[in-house]
Protein backbone atom coordinates (compact mmCIF):
# COMPACT_ATOMS: atom_id res chain seq x y z
CA UNK A 1 0.00 0.00 0.00
CA UNK A 2 1.36 3.44 -1.17
CA UNK A 3 0.91 6.41 1.36
CA UNK A 4 0.70 10.15 0.67
CA UNK A 5 1.77 11.84 3.75
CA UNK A 6 0.80 15.82 3.46
CA UNK A 7 2.89 18.30 5.60
CA UNK A 8 5.88 17.94 7.16
CA UNK A 9 5.99 19.56 10.97
CA UNK A 10 6.81 16.73 13.62
CA UNK A 11 3.34 15.12 12.90
CA UNK A 12 3.55 14.21 9.15
CA UNK A 13 7.03 13.29 9.82
CA UNK A 14 6.32 10.33 12.94
CA UNK A 15 3.46 9.52 10.78
CA UNK A 16 5.57 8.74 7.86
CA UNK A 17 8.22 7.09 10.14
CA UNK A 18 5.96 4.84 11.97
CA UNK A 19 4.42 3.79 8.86
CA UNK A 20 7.75 3.01 7.11
CA UNK A 21 8.59 0.86 10.51
CA UNK A 22 5.77 -1.25 10.06
CA UNK A 23 7.26 -1.87 6.26
CA UNK A 24 4.79 0.61 4.73
CA UNK A 25 6.22 2.85 1.92
CA UNK A 26 5.60 6.31 2.74
CA UNK A 27 6.46 9.54 0.69
CA UNK A 28 5.93 13.25 2.60
CA UNK A 29 5.40 16.25 1.09
CA UNK A 30 5.95 19.62 3.02
CA UNK A 31 5.31 22.69 1.85
CA UNK A 32 7.95 24.67 3.14
CA UNK A 33 11.91 24.63 1.94
CA UNK A 34 12.78 22.29 4.89
CA UNK A 35 10.81 19.89 7.09
CA UNK A 36 10.09 20.36 10.35
CA UNK A 37 7.06 22.71 10.85
CA UNK A 38 7.38 23.95 14.42
CA UNK A 39 10.17 21.90 15.99
CA UNK A 40 12.78 23.89 14.16
CA UNK A 41 16.26 25.27 15.31
CA UNK A 42 16.91 28.22 13.72
CA UNK A 43 20.21 30.11 13.63
CA UNK A 44 20.38 33.41 15.53
CA UNK A 45 24.43 34.57 15.57
CA UNK A 46 25.77 36.80 18.24
CA UNK A 47 26.55 40.13 16.50
CA UNK A 48 30.38 39.17 16.57
CA UNK A 49 29.35 36.31 14.37
CA UNK A 50 29.90 33.77 17.52
CA UNK A 51 26.65 31.44 16.80
CA UNK A 52 23.62 30.58 18.58
CA UNK A 53 19.96 29.77 18.10
CA UNK A 54 16.61 30.18 18.86
CA UNK A 55 13.77 27.86 18.56
CA UNK A 56 10.93 28.42 15.99
CA UNK A 57 8.10 26.37 18.51
CA UNK A 58 8.49 24.18 21.59
CA UNK A 59 11.85 24.72 23.89
CA UNK A 60 11.53 21.06 24.90
CA UNK A 61 9.42 17.71 25.03
CA UNK A 62 8.21 16.33 28.73
CA UNK A 63 10.01 13.01 28.90
CA UNK A 64 9.00 9.63 30.87
CA UNK A 65 10.49 6.33 30.66
CA UNK A 66 9.06 4.08 28.85
CA UNK A 67 6.50 5.78 26.94
CA UNK A 68 6.13 6.69 23.44
CA UNK A 69 8.24 9.82 23.51
CA UNK A 70 10.79 7.48 24.98
CA UNK A 71 9.83 4.77 22.44
CA UNK A 72 10.35 7.59 19.36
CA UNK A 73 13.68 8.92 21.06
CA UNK A 74 15.13 5.11 21.47
CA UNK A 75 13.58 4.22 18.09
CA UNK A 76 15.75 7.11 16.19
CA UNK A 77 18.53 6.89 18.44
CA UNK A 78 18.49 10.50 19.81
CA UNK A 79 20.01 11.31 23.08
CA UNK A 80 18.19 13.87 25.20
CA UNK A 81 19.30 15.47 27.82
CA UNK A 82 17.55 17.55 30.31
CA UNK A 83 18.50 20.82 31.37
CA UNK A 84 18.68 20.52 35.13
CA UNK A 85 22.12 19.99 36.18
CA UNK A 86 22.18 20.63 40.33
CA UNK A 87 19.38 20.90 42.56
CA UNK A 88 17.44 24.09 42.41
CA UNK A 89 17.80 24.85 39.15
CA UNK A 90 14.60 25.18 36.82
CA UNK A 91 12.69 27.32 39.24
CA UNK A 92 9.75 28.81 37.63
CA UNK A 93 7.64 31.72 39.03
CA UNK A 94 4.15 33.21 38.42
CA UNK A 95 3.82 36.96 38.44
CA UNK A 96 0.70 37.72 40.33
CA UNK A 97 0.26 41.06 42.28
CA UNK A 98 3.07 42.74 40.83
CA UNK A 99 5.67 40.65 41.82
CA UNK A 100 7.06 37.18 41.13
CA UNK A 101 6.59 34.19 43.34
CA UNK A 102 8.37 31.08 43.24
CA UNK A 103 6.37 27.95 42.55
CA UNK A 104 7.09 25.45 44.82
CA UNK A 105 9.06 21.70 42.90
CA UNK A 106 7.53 19.82 45.65
CA UNK A 107 3.12 20.06 45.76
CA UNK A 108 3.52 19.26 49.93
CA UNK A 109 5.40 22.95 49.59
CA UNK A 110 2.57 24.64 47.95
CA UNK A 111 0.54 24.54 50.95
CA UNK A 112 2.69 27.55 52.39
CA UNK A 113 3.14 29.06 49.11
CA UNK A 114 1.54 32.43 48.84
CA UNK A 115 0.25 31.39 45.20
CA UNK A 116 -2.96 30.58 46.20
CA UNK A 117 -5.34 31.13 49.44
CA UNK A 118 -5.73 29.24 52.61
CA UNK A 119 -9.42 28.08 51.34
CA UNK A 120 -7.99 27.08 47.73
CA UNK A 121 -5.09 25.18 49.87
CA UNK A 122 -7.46 23.44 51.94
CA UNK A 123 -9.85 22.24 48.83
CA UNK A 124 -7.43 20.44 47.47
CA UNK A 125 -7.43 17.80 50.13
CA UNK A 126 -11.00 16.91 48.55
CA UNK A 127 -9.40 16.36 45.24
CA UNK A 128 -8.75 12.60 45.81
CA UNK A 129 -12.60 12.03 46.65
CA UNK A 130 -14.01 13.59 43.84
CA UNK A 131 -15.97 10.84 41.93
CA UNK A 132 -14.50 11.21 38.14
CA UNK A 133 -17.44 13.09 35.88
CA UNK A 134 -19.04 11.24 32.68
CA UNK A 135 -17.49 11.32 30.05
CA UNK A 136 -20.24 12.90 27.92
CA UNK A 137 -20.64 15.76 27.72
CA UNK A 138 -17.52 17.51 26.98
CA UNK A 139 -17.14 20.01 30.11
CA UNK A 140 -14.74 23.22 29.90
CA UNK A 141 -11.60 23.98 31.38
CA UNK A 142 -12.16 25.69 34.14
CA UNK A 143 -15.50 23.84 34.94
CA UNK A 144 -13.27 20.86 35.19
CA UNK A 145 -10.82 22.25 37.26
CA UNK A 146 -13.32 23.96 39.43
CA UNK A 147 -15.14 20.24 40.29
CA UNK A 148 -12.59 18.47 40.60
CA UNK A 149 -10.26 20.92 42.97
CA UNK A 150 -12.14 23.99 43.73
CA UNK A 151 -13.18 27.52 41.87
CA UNK A 152 -9.92 28.74 43.92
CA UNK A 153 -7.36 26.42 41.86
CA UNK A 154 -9.29 27.22 38.64
CA UNK A 155 -9.00 31.31 38.97
CA UNK A 156 -5.48 31.71 41.01
CA UNK A 157 -3.18 29.40 39.29
CA UNK A 158 -4.62 27.70 36.44
CA UNK A 159 -4.50 30.97 33.94
CA UNK A 160 -1.68 31.70 33.97
CA UNK A 161 -0.48 27.90 33.67
CA UNK A 162 -2.98 27.78 30.70
CA UNK A 163 -1.84 31.11 29.02
CA UNK A 164 1.94 29.45 29.24
CA UNK A 165 0.92 25.93 27.75
CA UNK A 166 -1.40 27.48 25.05
CA UNK A 167 -1.30 31.31 25.25
CA UNK A 168 -5.30 31.13 25.61
CA UNK A 169 -7.75 32.65 27.97
CA UNK A 170 -8.92 29.52 30.19
CA UNK A 171 -12.88 30.70 30.43
CA UNK A 172 -12.86 30.03 26.30
CA UNK A 173 -11.44 26.08 26.48
CA UNK A 174 -12.85 22.30 26.38
CA UNK A 175 -11.28 20.19 29.12
CA UNK A 176 -9.80 18.52 25.61
CA UNK A 177 -7.29 21.28 25.73
CA UNK A 178 -4.80 19.23 27.64
CA UNK A 179 -5.56 16.02 27.48
CA UNK A 180 -3.85 14.40 30.04
CA UNK A 181 -6.04 15.39 33.03
CA UNK A 182 -9.12 13.81 31.49
CA UNK A 183 -6.57 10.77 31.22
CA UNK A 184 -5.46 11.49 35.19
CA UNK A 185 -9.08 11.31 36.26
CA UNK A 186 -9.92 8.11 34.30
CA UNK A 187 -7.66 6.69 37.30
CA UNK A 188 -10.18 8.12 39.56
CA UNK A 189 -8.73 11.58 40.63
CA UNK A 190 -5.84 13.44 39.58
CA UNK A 191 -3.80 12.91 42.57
CA UNK A 192 -4.01 9.44 41.49
CA UNK A 193 -3.24 9.82 37.97
CA UNK A 194 -0.10 11.52 38.94
CA UNK A 195 0.86 9.40 41.37
CA UNK A 196 0.87 6.30 38.74
CA UNK A 197 1.79 7.90 35.55
CA UNK A 198 4.17 10.06 37.28
CA UNK A 199 6.27 12.86 36.48
CA UNK A 200 7.57 14.15 33.30
CA UNK A 201 10.68 15.77 32.98
CA UNK A 202 11.60 18.56 30.68
CA UNK A 203 13.94 17.22 27.49
CA UNK A 204 15.93 18.90 25.03
CA UNK A 205 18.01 16.92 22.10
CA UNK A 206 21.45 18.37 22.16
CA UNK A 207 21.60 21.88 19.80
CA UNK A 208 17.66 21.84 20.02
CA UNK A 209 14.28 20.35 19.80
CA UNK A 210 15.22 20.90 15.66
CA UNK A 211 17.14 17.72 16.13
CA UNK A 212 14.19 15.66 16.26
CA UNK A 213 12.69 16.57 13.13
CA UNK A 214 15.93 16.97 11.33
CA UNK A 215 16.88 12.99 12.36
CA UNK A 216 13.00 12.28 11.44
CA UNK A 217 13.74 13.57 8.06
CA UNK A 218 16.87 12.36 7.40
CA UNK A 219 15.12 8.56 8.11
CA UNK A 220 12.89 8.86 5.34
CA UNK A 221 13.53 7.70 2.12
CA UNK A 222 11.21 10.33 0.15
CA UNK A 223 10.73 13.82 1.53
CA UNK A 224 9.65 16.44 -1.05
CA UNK A 225 10.18 20.37 0.16
CA UNK A 226 8.97 23.14 -1.31
CA UNK A 227 6.27 21.08 -2.45
CA UNK A 228 2.40 22.30 -0.97
CA UNK A 229 -0.40 20.29 -1.78
CA UNK A 230 -3.16 22.09 -3.71
CA UNK A 231 -5.69 19.58 -4.55
CA UNK A 232 -7.19 16.37 -3.71
CA UNK A 233 -8.32 14.11 -6.91
CA UNK A 234 -10.32 10.64 -6.32
CA UNK A 235 -9.73 8.02 -9.17
CA UNK A 236 -11.70 5.39 -9.59
CA UNK A 237 -10.86 1.97 -7.67
CA UNK A 238 -10.50 3.94 -4.23
CA UNK A 239 -7.05 5.58 -5.07
CA UNK A 240 -6.23 9.27 -4.83
CA UNK A 241 -3.98 11.81 -7.09
CA UNK A 242 -2.62 14.57 -5.70
CA UNK A 243 -1.73 17.69 -7.23
CA UNK A 244 0.88 20.23 -6.30
CA UNK A 245 3.57 22.59 -6.99
CA UNK A 246 3.27 21.46 -10.94
CA UNK A 247 3.73 17.91 -8.86
CA UNK A 248 1.16 15.11 -8.78
CA UNK A 249 1.40 11.49 -7.20
CA UNK A 250 -0.93 8.58 -6.93
CA UNK A 251 -1.54 6.84 -3.60
CA UNK A 252 -3.65 4.35 -2.10
CA UNK A 253 -4.02 6.84 1.25
CA UNK A 254 -3.50 9.83 1.53
CA UNK A 255 -2.63 11.78 5.67
CA UNK A 256 -3.01 14.94 5.60
CA UNK A 257 -0.67 15.82 8.76
CA UNK A 258 -1.71 19.38 8.27
CA UNK A 259 -3.42 22.12 10.94
CA UNK A 260 -7.08 21.56 10.47
CA UNK A 261 -7.34 24.77 7.97
CA UNK A 262 -4.77 23.59 6.05
CA UNK A 263 -6.95 20.33 5.90
CA UNK A 264 -10.10 21.98 5.60
CA UNK A 265 -9.14 23.43 2.21
CA UNK A 266 -7.70 20.17 0.30
CA UNK A 267 -10.78 18.00 1.64
CA UNK A 268 -14.07 20.99 0.40
CA UNK A 269 -14.38 19.30 -2.74
CA UNK A 270 -15.21 16.28 -1.39
CA UNK A 271 -15.96 16.28 2.05
CA UNK A 272 -17.98 19.22 3.11
CA UNK A 273 -19.14 18.71 6.51
CA UNK A 274 -15.45 17.07 7.64
CA UNK A 275 -14.24 20.33 6.04
CA UNK A 276 -16.63 22.40 7.42
CA UNK A 277 -15.90 21.15 11.11
CA UNK A 278 -11.68 21.53 10.74
CA UNK A 279 -12.63 24.97 9.45
CA UNK A 280 -14.58 25.88 12.79
CA UNK A 281 -11.32 25.18 15.06
CA UNK A 282 -10.01 28.60 15.54
CA UNK A 283 -6.04 28.78 16.03
CA UNK A 284 -4.02 31.43 18.27
CA UNK A 285 -1.45 33.41 17.48
CA UNK A 286 1.42 35.05 19.11
CA UNK A 287 4.21 37.26 19.03
CA UNK A 288 7.60 35.73 20.04
CA UNK A 289 10.99 38.59 21.19
CA UNK A 290 13.96 36.35 22.32
CA UNK A 291 16.80 38.72 23.70
CA UNK A 292 20.00 38.64 25.17
CA UNK A 293 21.28 40.33 28.65
CA UNK A 294 23.78 39.89 30.84
CA UNK A 295 22.83 36.93 33.17
CA UNK A 296 21.12 37.56 36.15
CA UNK A 297 20.59 35.43 39.38
CA UNK A 298 18.54 33.50 40.15
CA UNK A 299 16.77 33.53 36.44
CA UNK A 300 19.58 32.49 34.82
CA UNK A 301 19.24 28.87 35.76
CA UNK A 302 15.71 29.19 36.37
CA UNK A 303 12.93 27.68 33.91
CA UNK A 304 10.92 31.59 33.28
CA UNK A 305 8.59 32.86 35.09
CA UNK A 306 4.34 33.52 33.33
CA UNK A 307 2.25 35.88 34.56
CA UNK A 308 -1.41 35.54 35.94
CA UNK A 309 -3.84 37.31 33.16
CA UNK A 310 -5.04 39.34 32.60
CA UNK A 311 -1.85 41.60 34.97
CA UNK A 312 0.61 40.94 32.19
CA UNK A 313 -2.26 43.12 29.64
CA UNK A 314 -1.59 40.23 27.06
CA UNK A 315 2.56 39.86 28.06
CA UNK A 316 2.00 36.23 28.98
CA UNK A 317 5.80 36.20 30.40
CA UNK A 318 9.41 34.72 29.66
CA UNK A 319 11.44 31.67 29.02
CA UNK A 320 15.24 31.34 29.69
CA UNK A 321 16.30 29.18 26.71
CA UNK A 322 20.20 29.55 27.51
CA UNK A 323 19.17 28.11 31.03
CA UNK A 324 17.27 25.03 28.84
CA UNK A 325 19.64 24.73 25.83
CA UNK A 326 22.88 26.33 26.64
CA UNK A 327 23.73 26.38 22.61
CA UNK A 328 21.26 28.62 22.43
CA UNK A 329 23.95 31.82 23.41
CA UNK A 330 27.70 32.76 24.28
CA UNK A 331 28.03 31.86 28.07
CA UNK A 332 28.62 35.06 29.40
CA UNK A 333 24.77 35.86 28.39
CA UNK A 334 21.20 34.76 29.34
CA UNK A 335 18.51 34.08 26.38
CA UNK A 336 14.68 34.97 27.25
CA UNK A 337 12.08 34.23 25.12
CA UNK A 338 8.85 36.44 26.34
CA UNK A 339 5.75 35.64 25.07
CA UNK A 340 2.78 37.96 24.15
CA UNK A 341 -0.65 36.83 23.27
CA UNK A 342 -3.54 37.67 20.91
CA UNK A 343 -4.70 41.66 22.68
CA UNK A 344 -8.28 39.85 20.88
CA UNK A 345 -8.41 37.51 23.04
CA UNK A 346 -7.14 39.30 26.54
CA UNK A 347 -9.61 42.17 26.02
CA UNK A 348 -6.71 44.67 25.41
CA UNK A 349 -6.85 47.21 22.68
CA UNK A 350 -4.07 47.14 20.08
CA UNK A 351 -4.05 47.42 16.95
CA UNK A 352 -0.22 47.64 16.21
CA UNK A 353 2.26 44.49 16.99
CA UNK A 354 4.00 45.25 20.15
CA UNK A 355 7.34 46.52 20.00
CA UNK A 356 10.52 45.75 22.03
CA UNK A 357 10.23 49.02 23.86
CA UNK A 358 6.55 47.62 25.04
CA UNK A 359 7.61 44.34 25.86
CA UNK A 360 10.97 45.33 27.80
CA UNK A 361 8.52 47.87 29.74
CA UNK A 362 7.34 44.36 30.52
CA UNK A 363 9.65 42.43 31.57
CA UNK A 364 10.86 44.89 33.63
CA UNK A 365 8.22 45.48 35.92
CA UNK A 366 8.91 42.17 37.07
CA UNK A 367 12.84 41.62 36.81
CA UNK A 368 13.61 45.56 37.42
CA UNK A 369 17.24 44.24 38.07
CA UNK A 370 17.79 43.48 34.73
CA UNK A 371 20.14 44.47 32.21
CA UNK A 372 18.87 46.23 28.77
CA UNK A 373 19.57 43.82 25.95
CA UNK A 374 22.33 43.66 23.77
CA UNK A 375 20.33 41.97 21.01
CA UNK A 376 16.86 41.36 19.84
CA UNK A 377 14.90 39.48 17.51
CA UNK A 378 10.89 39.07 17.12
CA UNK A 379 9.22 36.07 15.50
CA UNK A 380 5.65 35.99 14.70
CA UNK A 381 3.82 32.77 15.26
CA UNK A 382 1.04 33.47 13.06
CA UNK A 383 -2.41 31.09 13.50
CA UNK A 384 0.22 28.43 15.26
CA UNK A 385 -1.77 26.99 18.46
CA UNK A 386 -4.97 25.06 17.89
CA UNK A 387 -7.34 26.40 20.45
CA UNK A 388 -9.45 23.42 21.60
CA UNK A 389 -12.59 26.00 22.39
CA UNK A 390 -15.71 23.84 23.92
CA UNK A 391 -17.51 22.01 21.47
CA UNK A 392 -13.41 20.84 20.32
CA UNK A 393 -14.56 17.01 21.01
CA UNK A 394 -17.81 17.08 18.84
CA UNK A 395 -15.47 19.30 15.89
CA UNK A 396 -12.95 16.55 15.65
CA UNK A 397 -15.32 13.77 15.66
CA UNK A 398 -17.57 15.05 12.91
CA UNK A 399 -14.37 15.75 10.64
CA UNK A 400 -12.91 12.54 11.79
CA UNK A 401 -15.82 10.43 10.90
CA UNK A 402 -16.44 12.70 7.61
CA UNK A 403 -13.36 11.59 6.14
CA UNK A 404 -13.81 9.73 2.38
CA UNK A 405 -12.44 6.49 2.23
CA UNK A 406 -8.65 6.44 2.19
CA UNK A 407 -8.08 10.04 3.20
CA UNK A 408 -6.86 10.70 6.81
CA UNK A 409 -6.11 13.67 8.97
CA UNK A 410 -3.50 14.02 12.21
CA UNK A 411 -2.84 16.72 13.73
CA UNK A 412 -1.86 17.90 17.34
CA UNK A 413 -5.77 19.96 16.83
CA UNK A 414 -6.35 16.03 17.21
CA UNK A 415 -4.05 14.59 19.68
CA UNK A 416 -3.47 17.61 21.81
CA UNK A 417 -1.01 20.50 22.04
CA UNK A 418 2.18 19.32 22.61
CA UNK A 419 4.81 17.04 21.10
CA UNK A 420 4.56 14.76 23.82
CA UNK A 421 0.13 14.55 22.64
CA UNK A 422 1.17 13.88 19.26
CA UNK A 423 3.32 11.52 20.02
CA UNK A 424 1.42 9.33 22.13
CA UNK A 425 -1.75 10.05 19.85
CA UNK A 426 0.56 8.67 16.92
CA UNK A 427 1.29 5.65 18.49
CA UNK A 428 -2.40 4.40 19.25
CA UNK A 429 -3.20 5.92 15.61
CA UNK A 430 -0.47 3.74 13.96
CA UNK A 431 -1.79 0.86 16.57
CA UNK A 432 -5.47 1.04 15.43
CA UNK A 433 -4.74 0.60 11.42
C1 LIG B 1 5.58 29.19 19.81
C2 LIG B 1 5.27 27.75 20.08
C3 LIG B 1 5.77 27.15 21.22
C4 LIG B 1 5.51 25.81 21.48
N1 LIG B 1 6.04 25.23 22.61
C5 LIG B 1 5.85 23.91 22.84
C6 LIG B 1 6.49 23.27 23.93
O1 LIG B 1 7.24 23.90 24.70
N2 LIG B 1 6.30 21.93 24.11
C7 LIG B 1 5.53 21.20 23.24
O2 LIG B 1 5.40 19.97 23.41
N3 LIG B 1 4.90 21.78 22.19
C8 LIG B 1 5.04 23.11 21.97
N4 LIG B 1 4.45 23.70 20.90
C9 LIG B 1 3.54 22.90 20.06
C10 LIG B 1 4.26 22.06 19.01
O3 LIG B 1 5.16 22.87 18.33
C11 LIG B 1 3.21 21.47 18.07
O4 LIG B 1 2.39 20.56 18.78
C12 LIG B 1 3.78 20.71 16.89
O5 LIG B 1 4.87 21.36 16.32
C13 LIG B 1 2.68 20.52 15.84
O6 LIG B 1 3.20 19.83 14.75
P1 LIG B 1 2.32 19.54 13.46
O7 LIG B 1 3.15 18.73 12.56
O8 LIG B 1 1.00 18.98 13.88
O9 LIG B 1 2.00 20.97 12.83
P2 LIG B 1 2.96 22.01 12.08
O10 LIG B 1 4.24 22.15 12.80
O11 LIG B 1 2.11 23.22 11.87
O12 LIG B 1 3.28 21.30 10.69
C14 LIG B 1 2.40 21.32 9.60
C15 LIG B 1 3.26 21.34 8.34
O13 LIG B 1 2.41 21.26 7.19
C16 LIG B 1 2.95 22.10 6.19
N5 LIG B 1 1.87 22.40 5.24
C17 LIG B 1 0.80 23.23 5.40
N6 LIG B 1 0.00 23.18 4.31
C18 LIG B 1 0.58 22.31 3.44
C19 LIG B 1 0.21 21.82 2.15
N7 LIG B 1 -0.90 22.21 1.54
N8 LIG B 1 1.07 20.93 1.53
C20 LIG B 1 2.20 20.50 2.15
N9 LIG B 1 2.58 20.92 3.38
C21 LIG B 1 1.77 21.81 4.02
C22 LIG B 1 3.46 23.30 6.96
O14 LIG B 1 4.42 24.03 6.19
C23 LIG B 1 4.05 22.63 8.19
O15 LIG B 1 5.42 22.31 8.02
C24 LIG B 1 4.72 25.05 20.59
C25 LIG B 1 4.20 25.65 19.44
C26 LIG B 1 4.47 26.99 19.16
C27 LIG B 1 3.94 27.60 17.93
New binding site residues.
Partial sequence: MRTLV???????LLAAWHLQKRGQAAEL????DRPG???QTLPWDHSDGRPGHVEK??????WQPGTPVDRVFKGLDLAVESPVKEQGQGQRWVGKGGRLIPVPAHPVKLMTSPLMSLGTKLRLFREPFVKPGPPEPEEGLEEFISRRAGRGLAEELLPAMVAGILAAPTHLLSVDALPTLRKWESHGSLFAGVRKNGVSHLMVPQGGMGGLTARLAASLPEVQVA???ERLERLPGGRWRVW?GGEEAEADQVVL???AY?AAE?LAPHAEASAEALRAIPYTS?N?WNSRHTPLAPFRDGFGFLIHPPEGNSYLGSLVPSWIEPSSCAPEFMQLRSFIGDPHLWGVRREERPTWEWVWTQIRRWVPGLSEAVQTREDR?HQ??PRAEKGHRGRVRTAVEGLPQGIEWI??ARFG????D?MEGLEAWVQER
Wanted: net charge positive.
Fill in positions: IGGGVTGWEAEGWVGPQGILRKAGALPALVLAAISNPGVRV
